[in-house]
């Protein structure tokens, strides 16, 4: 396949070869099996990428959140949810507000949870992917989704874990079921092995710097080569995680021996209490784990992925993430020598507070202590990882040099509690999400990297690593593409059904800057209000983008964004705001699908068209533009006009027409309990 291909330099010296090769098999991927096993009423249709299909999670999480998916699922007027032991509620994101009315909100989070017999965990216990990775409810081959972007790290344990959002979840809760659309997928090829030092977290930032124009943007990725072999489960645990950045909706690992290994381990190690309403139903036994690698689900030899890449392991080094974007990566050789000053340090998330986490900076800051005027935050993924932690001395040696410690939970890496980046302020962090405004400021400069180099930054004042991770010889880093040949999706006339509009017209307002993430749409620090209105959304549209956007915008106008928009977070008010402050309709150069989904579940449509985008000169970064002129979006013809051109609009399917008629799931789902 890789016969003729096209070899490129580019930046940081890494080598890319780019090949193209037409795919003819017809074999099933892995998502595809482990979708077709989930999916209802599972009848001789084989599952394939792109189709609408209607699954059956094994599980369904919500944190903070729950409160809002409480208030969508009382909607329905349900007394009880579907199955009990489907949801799980786990308390992690605003865990250090010890306000009374967050007080009060959790309480009723877990009266909702004993009612409805469904199992909880309280602030403090740990963040909710740790929580559903270590307690047993994640498990290979089955589908496991929750109302948060990260669900994607559940693939380093071999299962399809991908985001789905509030209102979803609510439908979840009521059916037991939901929509899901099978992502095309894109195997993603490890070979050889990292050198000694060098971390998941550095391969995963090198996929994001490497591959930085959207190559998996709404894929999902299978991870497969020789390479996996020599991972161990923690660092699989943090690429799938991350799999969120680089734009995927999941990222899935196989099942091996080591896998095995880490599940026996689970079942076996002294059991914390479990404070839920009923006793745990998603415990693993060792029969079950025996069954895994004897039963675990595999893809077909001639599966047809949309394309390949292909990491050299061996070729990676320590990588900086940054600032303010995962889609840039420096070597941490070159970034140590411009001794960039450091302010804050942060040791949290679900990414990388794992024991074999906190032993790595540990092993940095024994016998040291923190730099000057420089303030390490350290918290653990759970309680159980604290107290393993402790046992081996690692905790004990992280606040012997001076680190903060935090609670169990997200914390800074929402934009939550104590430590957040001030103005001008310069942060580096082993989370794994660095957007402009994310962690404090919009005026504080972000930086992502793995737990060692946090570490030795914070010693040192400056980004640098530790003397071992330096005297790693340079290399450039070897990566390539195969795209395979499938066809596109059509466009053409549109069947609608009744009460889709044949046409939209509306002033076109410009936001052309690439990657607008949900932070920039709308700041985190509103996430967690469930009192907030349909008109404050309004008012905060935008706010880390262009300030004066709400002020602005005017009703039924359309925007034109550049590409990957909507990437980030899976909140919902990033679509609700843009609605409530008058937008009608969405186009840009590509969006994330889990914004996509956010905005059709609440009756919001989002359209791709790139030839349009393209034609746009970049303006100056985030400012919206305002441009007094209309833009006409006509389904019947399948056209959009702009300025005298015309452009060929994508289809849009009868799932996406009836939520836009209906105004969203809610009402969808309020129809099928009806019938």
Not at 266 to 282: D, E, G, K, M, N
Request: proline share 5%.
């Amino acid at each position: 396949k890789m016969a003729g291909a096209k070899v490129s330099v580019g930046m940081l010296g890494a080598r890319r070869c780019l090949s193209y090769s037409r795919v003819l098999c017809a074999g099933q991927t892995l998502i595809e099996k482990i979708a077709q096993a989930h999916m209802v009423q599972n009848d001789q249709h084989l599952v394939r990428s792109m189709d609408i299909i209607k699954i059956k999670p094994k599980h369904v999480m919500t944190h903070d959140n729950t409160a809002a998916v409480m208030n969508k699922f009382q909607q329905l007027k349900l007394s009880q949810v579907a199955n009990p032991r489907q949801p799980v509620f786990t308390l992690d994101h605003n865990v250090q507000d010890t306000s009374e009315k967050n007080r009060q909100k959790y309480l009723d989070i877990q009266e909702f949870a004993a009612r409805m017999q469904v199992d909880f965990y309280p602030a403090g216990t740990g963040i909710g992917h740790q929580i559903m990775c270590e307690r047993g409810y994640v498990t290979p081959g089955s589908m496991v989704v929750a109302s948060d972007s990260h669900s994607n790290m559940y693939g380093g344990l071999g299962c399809l874990g991908t985001p789905v959002v509030r209102t979803d979840a609510a439908g979840i809760w009521a059916t037991g079921s939901a929509w899901w659309q099978v992502p095309k997928v894109a195997k993603v090829e490890l070979v050889n092995k990292l050198r000694p030092g060098v971390s998941g977290k550095d391969v995963i930032v090198a996929l994001c710097g490497a591959f930085n124009n959207d190559e998996v943007l709404n894929h999902a990725v299978e991870f497969a080569g020789d390479g996996v072999e020599a991972l161990t489960v923690d660092e699989r645990l943090t690429i799938a995680n991350m799999t969120t950045e680089w734009g995927a909706l999941a990222g899935v690992f196989p099942v091996d021996d080591k896998l095995q290994q880490w599940y026996t381990r689970q079942v076996t190690r002294q059991q914390l209490p479990i404070p839920s309403a009923q006793p745990l139903s998603s415990r693993l036994d060792q029969s079950d784990v025996d069954a895994m690698l004897t039963h675990a689900l595999q893809p077909d030899e001639d599966a047809v992925y949309a394309k390949t890449l292909r990491l050299d392991l061996a070729s990676v080094v320590p990588y900086v993430s940054g600032p303010n974007s995962v889609k840039v990566m420096n070597r941490i050789d070159t970034m140590s020598q411009e001794r960039i000053p450091v302010n804050k340090a942060y040791l949290v998330s679900c990414v990388n507070a794992r024991v074999s986490d906190l032993k790595a900076a540990a092993d940095v800051l024994r016998n040291t202590t923190i730099a000057p005027g420089v303030e390490f935050y350290v918290a653990p993924a759970s309680e159980e990882v604290r107290q393993e932690s402790e046992a081996n001395e690692d905790w004990q040696a992280l606040l012997a040099a001076g680190c903060i410690p935090l609670p169990a939970g997200c914390g800074p890496c929402i934009g939550l509690g104590t430590g957040l980046l001030e103005d001008g302020e310069v942060g580096i962090s082993a989370t794994n999400r660095n957007f402009k405004g994310r962690m404090g400021s919009p005026n504080a400069l972000a930086y992502l990297a793995s737990p060692a180099v946090v570490a030795a930054s914070a010693v040192a004042g400056y980004i640098t690593a530790p003397q071992q991770l330096m005297d790693t010889p340079a290399q450039d880093l070897v990566f390539s593409e195969t795209v395979h040949d499938i066809a596109p999706p059509q466009t053409g006339e549109i069947d609608f059904i009744d009460g889709f509009p044949s046409r939209i017209e509306g002033e076109c307002v410009l936001c052309l800057d690439d990657n607008i993430n949900t932070d920039g749409i709308y700041p985190g620090k509103y996430t967690y209000r469930e009192d907030i209105s349909d008109q404050e959304q309004a008012r905060v549209a935008m706010e880390n983008y262009d300030t004066a956007f709400a002020s602005l915008v005017k009703p039924g106008s359309i925007l034109v964004t550049g590409f990957n928009f909507g990437t980030g977070s899976s909140r919902e008010q990033a679509a609700t705001a843009l609605k409530h402050a008058g937008v009608q309709l969405v186009i840009c150069g590509s969006v994330n699908e889990t914004y996509k989904r956010n905005a059709l579940n609440n009756g919001l449509l989002v359209l791709e068209l790139p030839q349009l985008v393209r034609t746009f000169e970049n303006g100056d970064a985030n400012t919206a533009i305002f441009t007094g002129q209309p833009i006409v979006a006509d389904f019947a013809s399948s056209t959009l006009t702009w300025q005298n051109k015309t452009y060929p609009l994508p289809s849009v399917s009868k799932t996406a027409q009836e939520l836009i008629v209906l105004g969203g799931l809610e009402e969808w789902i309020m129809r099928q309990l009806a019938s």
